[in-house]
C-alpha cells in the first residue's frame, strides 16, 4: 500500500497488528467499568462511531466485546471506505484469591510464660479464630491458631492450622538433709526431682550436678542453689 507504520519504544510481550489497508483511521475504545474484575463479573469493551466491520482479537466480530476472562485483547475495524483502524490493547485480570500465607516467628510448643507470634504476609480483611483482627497475634495459650482473610471479592479464605502447646512447669523441687552441723563433713542432700540441676550459687549457669542426690563438702554453714528443668522457682 506504501504506507509505512512506526512503533515508537515498543514494550516487551505485547501485542502489535500491522495491517495492509489503503489508509488508516482513527478508533475509540470504552470500557464500561473497571479491567479488574471478580470471578463471575464481566467487563464490555465497545468501539465509538460506527464501522463497517470489526475483527477482535479472540474472533469475536460485533461492535462490542463482553469479557469474563483474563487476557488482552484488542479489536481491529474498517470503515466504508476501506480505510483500517486499530485500538489500544486492553488487558483484563480476573482476580483470583488464595489461602493466606501465616508465619510462625518461633517454636509452636514453649514452657509456661512463653509466646509465639503468628504473622500474616499479606494485606487483607483479617480474621483470627481468637477473635484477633489484626495483622498478627501473639499466641500465649495452648489451641489452634488459623487465619480467615476476605478477599476483595468477598471470599473468605482460610490459613493452615497452627497448633499451639504450651508445657506446664514442674514443681520447685523439695530438698531434704542435714541442716545441724557440728562441724565440716560431706553430707547427702536429696531433692523430690530426679531432674534437679545443683549450683554453687545464684547466677552460675552451669550445674555442679544433676540428679535426685547430691554429696557436698560442707562447713558449718553452706548454700546450695537447685532447680527444676523448666521450674521457675528455686
Known sequence: ????TVIESPGTDQYHNLLEATCMTELTLTTSGATSICPGETVELAVEGEFASYSWSNGTVE???????????SVTAYDAEGCAAVSTVISVEVITSASPVVSALGELSF???GSVDLIAESEGDWSWSNGADTQGISVRESGTYSLTVTHICGNANASEEFI?????????????GPTDLDGPQTITLESSSATTHWYEDEASIDPLFVGASYEVNAEITTTVWVEDVAAEDM
Open 111 to 113: 514452657c509456661q510464660g
Open 164 to 176: 499451639v502447646v504450651v508445657l506446664s512447669a514442674p514443681d520447685a523441687p523439695v530438698v531434704t
Open 63 to 73: 461492535s462490542n466485546l463482553v469479557i469474563s476472562e483474563s487476557g488482552n485483547y
Open 1 to 4: 500500500s506504501g504506507m509505512q
